[in-house]
């Protein structure tokens, strides 16, 4: 469910695709503030859109296998 939530604020706000494996550990990070203020989340959209989305590479990313996994 955060997942999700900060898949589609980021985008939204600048086109950036976050990293499964980087959201993971921002999540292990900051665990207890998820549980004790859930309606914050948006505090984190730009701390989340800079730390934790895919770097621009020539090389392919996790999201291409899965949303591609033929091509």
Known sequence: RWYYYFIK????????????FKFADFVKEHFFFFFLKPK????????????????K???????????NPLG
């Open 9 to 20: 604020a980021v985008y939204t706000q600048t086109g950036k695709h976050v990293s499964p």
């Open 40 to 55: 914050k989340w948006m505090e984190f959209v730009p701390l989340v859109a800079y730390y934790h989305t895919y770097e």
């Open 57 to 67: 590479r020539k090389r392919i990313n996790h999201l291409h296998f899965i949303f």
